[in-house]
């Protein structure tokens, strides 16, 4: 209890709170910019912390790391374009909703129940990490590959009406995350002699190209321009959702959190795959699963209350075995480490005091989150008052920026352009965007995985075949598979019986 007091007290300190926040708000800033990361914010913001104390210093970046993944909801929903690749499921339902005049509704939705998958993670954290972390780090090469195996079924809930086409997508996304040298072999693939495309297509730079030039386009072409302006100006409003919505929701955002909470302490993995699975999760759960991609609030509860509770997951791997789950948290674990904190079995009899203030510095981050979004959600929804030209301009300006800042390289801003050219053709022809961008975040963990099991079993396919974990991921996926199919056929059967009944 002594430990715990005095973890308080350092938590409340002036330059603590202020830290806080401080680091909540760049995070939020960085986060809601295309491009701009929170993973970013955070490399800008660990050579400030050299000089702090080490509960202040640590707040500071783990109030960015909060900060940049509630962040990415506010361009999801207002403009489309996600601000992290955790937010590209919120777009799903969460622009649909702007259009439909309910943009406040879908920000005040989605940072509530951000910020309760985040404590309810942070909660998971301190009462079993020890007993999560065994269990995650029991995940091999095999299990993982299994895991994001299932999760690319998920396509077949996210392709609309037509599985084929929902698979066309899917492996254009995969194809273009191949683009480049191989990780493992270093061997250059789809790079047709070009030097620039040795360095790959950044996923950042796919999305900003996926979401971002379509609405550019659109824009300055006029298309449909007018009426969705009329419409947005016409019902813009600050308001929040009710109580009753809210409670109404209540075992859809614990359901995300339990799984975000788990696909966080498994490293390697992260809020995208977390968020994609939750949202087909309470599609195929839903009452109105036809209504999802309409504008269904449900859609924005579950990604954004599967993203957030990662926060807290990737922390328990990260705090009980020193492994980071991904770049945002090896940037933590560096700031940990830079002030003499080693994460380990033996961090919480060596340093109880600095991980109780990272409890506490997690639940302030959270409630400075809150405050900010909920009083910028006034000032958010006026972006949707700004001429859909002029707003163009800009967005085209932040993603140019975004794009080049992500390695210091122009041919990005050109790849951005030409991905977004095709996505424009592909949304024409109506092939779905979403099964493209999951390709994209998940093709390059379930390559990796699969090979490096490989490897491990010299080549041997009993590694797969000998984990039960792998075999019940395995049915899982094929049984998601063979009911979408089913659920097809019987819906063109029902179609073409209708057809001969008009024309008999």
């Known amino acids: 209890m002594d430990v715990f007091l005095q973890a308080l007290a350092l938590s409340f300190t002036p330059m603590a709170i202020a830290s806080i926040g401080l680091g909540a708000l760049v995070g939020l800033v960085f986060g809601s910019i295309p491009g701009l990361t929170f993973t970013v914010a955070l490399a800008l913001a660990l050579p400030i912390t050299f000089s702090m104390d080490p509960v202040p ?36 339902d969460g622009y649909p909703m702007t259009k439909q005049g309910k943009a406040s509704i879908a920000l005040g939705t989605a940072v509530i129940v951000s910020v309760f998958g985040g404590l309810f993670s942070l909660f998971i954290m ?45 492996a254009l996304g995969l194809m273009i995350m ?38 550019i386009i659109e824009a300055f072409s006029g298309r449909g321009s007018q009426d969705l302006q009329t419409t947005r100006v016409a019902k813009v409003r600050a308001e929040l959702p009710s109580l009753k919505l809210l409670f109404g929701k209540f075992s859809l955002m614990l359901r995300c959190s339990v799984l975000g909470t788990g696909i966080g302490a498994i490293p390697g993995t992260g809020g995208a795959i977390a968020s994609f699975l939750a949202y087909d999760h309470a599609k195929r759960f839903s009452k109105k699963p036809e209504s999802f991609g309409k504008g269904n609030i449900e859609g924005v509860i579950a990604p954004e209350a599967a993203n957030n509770s990662v926060t807290g997951g990737t922390l328990i791997p990260l705090l009980s075995l020193g492994i980071p789950g991904d770049p945002a948290t090896a940037i933590v674990l560096a700031g940990l480490m830079i002030h003499g904190i080693t994460p380990g079995p033996a961090l919480f ?90 390709g994209m975040v998940l093709g390059p963990t379930l390559e990796n995985e699969f090979r490096t099991a490989m490897m491990l079993s010299e080549g041997s396919f009993d590694i797969f075949l000998t984990s039960p974990t792998f075999l019940v991921f395995f049915a899982l996926a094929l049984l998601v598979v063979s009911l979408q199919v089913a659920a097809e056929l019987k819906l063109k059967k029902k179609t073409s019986e209708r057809i001969e009944m008009t024309d008999a």
């Open 57 to 92: 210093a640590i707040g500071l970046l783990l109030g960015t790391y909060i900060g940049g993944m509630t962040g990415g909801s506010v361009s999801a929903i207002l403009l489309g374009i996600p601000g992290t690749p955790s937010a590209a499921a919120t777009v799903l």
């Open 126 to 170: 301190m009462v079993s990490v020890d007993l999560v972390s065994r269990l995650a780090i029991g995940f091999g090469p095999a299990e993982i590959f299994a895991l994001v195996l299932f999760g690319m079924s998920t396509i077949c809930g996210l392709c609309g009406n037509s599985l084929l086409k929902g698979l066309i997508a899917g």
């Open 178 to 215: 191949t683009v480049g040298l191989d990780a493992i072999d270093g061997v250059p693939r789809m790079t047709f002699g070009s030097i620039n495309l040795l360095q790959g297509v950044n996923l950042l730079v796919a999305m900003i190209g996926l979401f971002a030039v379509p609405f």
């Open 349 to 438: 009899m060596n340093h109880a005091v600095e991980v109780y203030g990272m409890y506490v510095a997690v639940v302030l981050a959270y409630v400075w989150v809150l405050g900010l979004q909920l009083m910028g959600i006034r000032i958010f929804v006026h972006v949707l008052k700004i001429p859909r030209e002029m707003l163009a301009v800009a967005v085209l300006v932040l993603c140019a920026i975004g794009a080049y800042s992500i390695r210091n390289s122009a041919f990005d801003i050109y790849a951005m352009g030409a991905i977004g050219v095709l996505a424009y053709v592909l949304v024409a022809v109506r092939i779905p965007i979403t099964p493209i961008i999951l």
